[in-house]
């Protein structure tokens, strides 16, 4: 069964860190784009990191050097640092596939003093 199960978000000080990971089942993740995005209400969804054949990144320009996206065999990541208010929002995991894109989730994340 392909599933993406995301994890790691909560409420975190201004200029903390936090560590998000997506679990991924029924699929070999560098086999795929791999991407994180987030999204608040009443906004759309907007993309924050991606990762290709397990080593090609790209960052949204907001991110600006404080967020990193890796992954192994089954396991996506995404490494913030120096978090801003404005980064607080749902993010999810996706894999965009021909057939219909795969979702997690979404974990909430609140920079919040």
């Known amino acids: 069964q392909v599933q993406l199960v995301e994890s790691g978000g909560g409420l975190v000080q201004p200029g903390g860190s936090l560590r998000l990971s997506c679990i991924v089942s029924?699929?070999?993740?560098?086999?795929?784009?791999m991407n994180w995005y987030r999204q608040v209400p009443g906004k759309q969804r907007e993309l924050v990191a991606s990762?290709?054949?397990?080593?090609f990144k790209n960052y949204a320009d907001f991110v600006e050097g404080r967020f990193t996206i890796s992954g192994d065999e089954n396991t996506l990541y995404l490494q913030m640092n120096s978090l801003k208010p404005e980064d607080t929002a749902v993010y999810y995991c996706?894999?965009?596939?021909?057939?219909?894109?795969?979702w997690g989730q979404g974990t909430q994340v609140t920079v919040s003093s």
């Open positions: 029924g699929f070999t993740l560098r086999r795929y784009v």
């Open positions: 996706n894999s965009p596939r021909s057939t219909g894109d795969l």
């Open positions: 990762l290709s054949a397990g080593e």
